[in-house]
């Protein structure tokens, strides 16, 4: 089976040094540690945001990243998803036309605009269509950024801290919603958190991240396994 | 589900401006229909229309390259990253640092078909660039540019990245998150930018008297037959036009500044 992402890189930042490697294969991997640890970084590196200083990044198979090979493929062609801390929805624009511009598979702005409902319908946004973002709760961002990072129908969703500017009650919420669909749409999915509670209920592998480093993987045990229709996760971090 | 805040009333606010622009312009049109009356009344508007409409036509013209150009520019400039951008910056600046004579000097010696840089653009558009209407507009565009230029870089560059990095993980292509994002986010900075630059083409003196002469019924835009009038007998008039739209252009401007508030 071919691994959703295979990520061995290193890259420098000041007196910062990030030096990792791991696999995720499916469901939803959670890199957790303290602020600082480069977890978010490491996201980027992904997304294509930043360049490594070393090492390779493969995509469901593809290579993204190679630096050896100067090989190096644009953010946009990616196929990636991604949910910001703070949702980052434009703010010019409405939720149904945020969510639409994400939409990749069809052609047509009315085509688009049906894809984007459907995906605020499943997560409980259908509400909000017409609304714009400023006018939204941060919870109510937060549903409508992650309709919007899996509109384009992506191959691995990167999640960036998208509960930590949220109150409590409203994370507990999110995070039910936040697995159930993606788990439901069968997209790999990683997500960075320092919340070990969010880590344990979110996560299907929690990779443990310090300093830059990956400190170990674990396999959350789960007693009924909603999710991925190839069994239990294979995630796993290389220190 | 997490407690809603109250939706703003977006539609509410594009209302009010549709409404206050309507007004403006509507107080315009009858502003400048009286100021016509009155004109034509003590029979000097035929003297006065002329250069109206020819700067009318020379602004809009100029604004146009300035702005197209401006905003292309001010892009490169707040999101390239390559030596001697504020070098760059600063040429073209030069028409708000230097005397309008002396932009319109320069002009004169690079567009007139004698020079060689002239003569050279002449016998490839076959069209001669001094003492015409051409001639006045690029003066006026070349007045309006540093303010489209300086305002587009800086409301470009006050864009958040984070927002375009975003937009790029939507898989939107570098044009799609300049015309979908950049530049629909800059729009405030880059609208004073050419609304300033429209007002100086409108206003636009020195440069055009240096290379567009002022040639009654070609090249006499409205800030030269002001001038002109002053030492005629239509000064009363055009006075009174000059007062008029004024009032008018201050009544816009307090009836937008109202809305705003």
Known sequence: MTAALELAVARQIGEFNLDVALTVESGMSVLFGPSGAGKSLTLALIAGLIRPDSGTI?????????????????????????VF????????????????LAVRQTRGRRARRAVARSWLERVGAEGLADRRPGSLSGGQRQRVAL?????????????????????????????????????????????VTHDAEEAEE?????????????????????????????????????? | MEREPEAAPALDKRKKAAVIS???????????????????????????????????RVAS????????????????????????????????????ILPPTVVGYYLLEVLSPGTQVGGFLTRVTGHVFVYNASGCIIAAAVAAYPFCLRAARSAIAGVDPALEQAARTMGLPNWRVASQVTLPLARRGIAAGLTIGCARALGEYGATLMIGGDINGRTRTL???????????????????????????????????????
């Open chain 2, 223 to 261: 800030s030269l037959a002001i001038l002109d009038s002053f030492t005629t007998p239509e000064r009363d008039t055009m006075l009174l036009i000059l007062v008029l739209m004024a009032v008018i252009a201050m009544t816009g401007v307090g009836l937008l500044g109202r809305s705003r508030a």
């Open chain 1, 202 to 239: 979110l996560g299907d592998v929690i990779i443990g991240y310090n300093r830059g480093r990956v400190t170990g993987a674990r396999v959350v045990d789960r007693p009924v396994c909603p999710g991925p229709a190839s069994g239990a996760p294979e995630s796993t971090g290389r220190a």
């Open chain 1, 85 to 100: 801390q703070d949702g980052l929805l434009l703010p010019h624009r409405s939720v149904i036309d945020n969510v639409a």
């Open chain 1, 58 to 82: 493969t995509i469901n198979g593809h290579v993204v990243t190679d630096c050896a090979r100067r090989t190096y493929v644009s953010t946009q062609k990616r196929r990636i998803g991604m």
């Open chain 1, 147 to 191: 309709a919007r990072g899996l509109a384009g129908d992506p191959a691995l969703v990167l999640l960036d801290e998208p509960l930590s500017a949220l109150d409590a009650e409203v994370r507990r919420e999110l995070r039910k919603l936040i697995r159930g669909v993606i788990i439901s749409s069968s997209v790999p999915a990683v997500l």
């Open chain 2, 22 to 56: 309507v007004v403006v312009l509507v107080g315009f049109g009858l502003g400048f229909g009286a100021a016509h009356l009155v004109a034509r009344y003590i029979a000097y508007w035929d003297i006065v229309s002329g250069p109206f409409f020819l700067s009318l």
């Open chain 2, 61 to 96: 013209a100029a604004i146009v390259i300035a702005g197209v150009t401006g905003v292309a520019s001010g892009y490169v400039l707040a999101k390239g990253h390559f030596p001697g951008r504020d070098v760059l910056e600063t040429i073209g600046s030069l028409p708000i």
